[in-house]
């Protein structure tokens, strides 16, 4: 019986445009209009800022050492057009309207130090606010000073090996999968959380709000069904929707990656393929699928006692912000799965997603995250059954 | 046969139904201490005001409420008791009865024929019967949300009908419905007469218990005012009319 309402269901479902749209495209499509528009974006910035030329002001003589140097970096270092001021309170409000967008102010003493072979005195002005733009100052002066600097050892007739006693050479042991598993690995599992939430979200309340509001529970209260078999029919459908709307962000993001070639750069796309590999996608789906019961297991008991599809919406959507929000702590790097965060629904499996992609998984962190999950979910759908079962809500 | 003994059934309301109700009670007795017997190949009917328990009482009969007292006997199967059992032999239908629009009248019936439990065989030779006599053949397969309402009638009939139920339950059948649609109502209730079948339906329409019942209840504000053949209650008569009557038993229990 379970079954046979389940296929019932399923079809009433599937012929659903709305629930078409939320389980399928949507989730599908994300991921290559997200890369599309962040590579298009990324791309056009850096195109951008190469061809951007910036203009900087400057306070003091053009043949100052540091001019005349700047003067004459290659444009390697990107084009910049020079323009002299006499102040420097003119100087700062150019570069606060943007018609500047650096300001260098060199100091009545450069010169005399520079002979001196004391620190001579430079001041540069930026707005913070201009992205790059503090980079790109601190790549101009530390080339000029990186010259004066070697100047100055020659003059001295100093070897600058010897003026440094320590070589220091860093190195990171983590590979690129950690690097991407524990920095971005939150925002894939996210995805899943947000797509399994909104693929539950309407037919939960299509196929037990709509039932009550279209008149059609009461008929199908009288047949010879115990309730708990149609709560587990109808159950079934809301969580394989919430599953195929996960599965669909997954697909969508196959196919930026493999169909799309959204992603250009080899050795990150060495690292992806690294990462989706059918055990990930198969603990991701362990991980997913009592996760998706428990989504649906909160969502059935207000869509049982909403009397209206309005009302359950306007309940069930601010519910999406208490899924989200323990999802986002995948976001902060330095949170990992422990015994402790093993322990806490939603989180676990945001942190043992992170820590999955970053192939660190502890397995047995793993098993306490699941058999949480599994426990919650049997919770979830124990009030479910109560609700359902409650006489009251179930009829108008 | 359907046998209804000191049926009651009480609400518990909450903060805010108290408030709507203007009431400190927190219990609502929706009925209280029906009792009736519906004979097989007679159609009984439940007459009341609307609120008056009718459908509180029909539903307890269908079992989808429980009862919070007294007994129900459909078919010989405690109601109560055996609610799944006695279910095989109910056939429930009311005039606010939806479909599902998306599925076809074919998908409909036999969701509904397979959750009732009948044999591959036994579905096609009712299907085919029923669509025959509610000509339903060229509309079977259409969505249900593109049926008019006369069509969706049919089908909600043909749904009702798939298991072919010992006992049939009506609940204000053909509210809403134009005269043209309601016909296809009373039809069947007349079909299922003739067939020795146990029929109770609910109305507050005096003429339409007048056409088609046997024997008849009045239920007021979950209370039995009249419990009778339609005979009887017509010999016992005290105003000119069926509706006036009707109007004067509900109104003397306002003067007690």
Redesign the interface.
């Known amino acids: ?1 379970i079954f ?2 389940f296929k ?1 269901e399923l ?2 479902t599937l ?2 445009k709305r629930t078409l749209m939320m389980m399928l495209v949507i989730p599908t499509l994300v991921f290559p209009i997200i890369m599309a528009v962040f590579m298009s974006v990324s791309a056009s910035f850096t195109e951008e800022a190469a061809n951007k030329e910036v203009k900087i002001g400057y306070v003091g003589q053009k043949d100052n050492y540091v001019i005349n140097h700047l003067d004459n970096l290659p444009e390697s270092y990107g084009k910049k057009g020079l323009y002299a001021y006499t102040d420097s309170i003119q100087l700062k409000k150019d570069i606060h309207n943007d018609t500047l967008q650096m300001g260098i102010y060199i100091d009545a003493q450069f010169d005399k130090d520079m002979s001196n072979k004391r620190p001579a005195k430079v001041k540069v002005f930026y707005n913070a606010t201009d992205l790059g733009m503090e980079e790109r100052a601190k790549a101009y002066l530390e080339t000029i000073e990186d010259l004066a600097l070697q100047e100055r050892y020659l003059d001295m007739e100093l070897d600058a090996s010897q003026l440094r006693p320590i070589e220091t050479d860093y190195n990171n042991v983590a590979s690129g999968k950690e690097m991407i598993g524990k920095l971005a690995g939150g925002f894939l599992p996210y995805i899943f959380i947000a797509f399994g939430f909104l693929g539950c979200m309407y037919p939960a309340i299509d196929l037990f709000t709509g039932e009550k509001e ?3 529970i ?9 309730r708990w078999q149609i709560l587990f029919g109808k159950m079934g459908v809301v969580v394989l929707s919430g599953l195929v709307a996960a599965s669909a962000a997954l697909l969508g993001l196959f196919l930026s990656i493999e169909v799309l070639d959204l992603v250009q750069n080899e050795e990150l796309l060495d690292i992806i393929h690294g990462i989706l590999n059918p055990t990930f996608i198969l603990t991701l789906f362990l991980l997913l699928f009592p996760l998706t019961i428990f989504i649906a297991g909160i969502m059935i008991p207000i869509a049982v006692y909403a009397k209206s599809f309005k009302e359950a919406q306007s309940i069930i959507t601010p519910l999406n912000i208490v899924i989200i929000l323990p999802a986002m702590v995948g976001f902060f790097p330095g949170i990992e799965l422990n015994a402790v965060t093993a322990c806490i629904p939603v989180v676990n499996v945001v942190l043992a997603t992170k820590e999955l992609i970053a192939g660190t998984l502890d397995y047995g962190l793993l098993g306490l995250s699941f058999a949480v999950m599994m426990l919650i979910a049997v919770v979830a759908v124990f009030i479910s059954y109560k609700r359902f079962d409650k ?2 809500n ?2 108008l | 046969m359907i046998e209804i003994t000191d049926l009651r059934k009480e ?1 518990v309301l909450s903060k805010q139904q108290r408030k709507e109700l203007n009431t400190k009670d927190s219990i609502a007795t929706a009925v209280d201490g029906v009792s009736f017997t519906c004979k097989p190949g007679r159609v009984f009917s439940l007459l009341g005001p609307n609120g008056a328990g009718k459908t509180t009482t029909l ?1 307890m009969i ?5 009862p919070t007292s007294g007994s129900i006997k459909i078919a010989d199967v405690d109601a109560v008791a055996n609610p ?2 006695a ?2 032999k ?1 056939g ?3 005039g ?8 076809t009248p074919n ?1 409909v019936i036999k ?2 024929a ?4 009948i044999s591959k065989d036994e579905f096609e030779e009712r299907k085919e019967r029923l669509y025959t006599l509610l000509d339903m053949h060229d509309f079977q397969g259409k969505r249900i949300g593109k049926l008019s309402t006369g069509m969706k009638q049919k089908v909600s009939i043909c ?2 009908m798939i298991h072919d139920p010992e006992v049939v ?1 009506f609940d204000e059948p053909t509210s809403g419905l134009d005269v043209i649609t309601a016909e296809n109502i009373i039809k069947l209730i007349r079909d299922c007469k003739d067939q020795g079948k146990t029929v109770i339906f609910s109305s507050h329409i005096m003429s339409e218990v007048d056409l088609l019942c046997d024997d008849m209840a009045i239920i007021h504000k979950g209370r039995m005012l009249f419990d009778g053949t339609m005979d009887e209650f017509k010999n016992q008569m005290e105003a000119e009319n069926l509706t006036a009557e009707f109007i004067r038993i509900v109104n003397a229990t306002k003067n007690h």
């Open positions: 019986m046979t309402i019932k079809k009433d012929r659903d279209r008149g059609t009461e008929t199908l209260l009288t047949t010879p069904v115990a006489e009251t179930v009829v | 609400f539903r269908s079992t989808i409420f429980k799944t059992e279910r095989k109910i429930f239908l009311t606010s009865t939806g479909l599902y629009a998306r599925l998908e969701y509904f397979d959750l009732y439990g749904r009702t339950v």
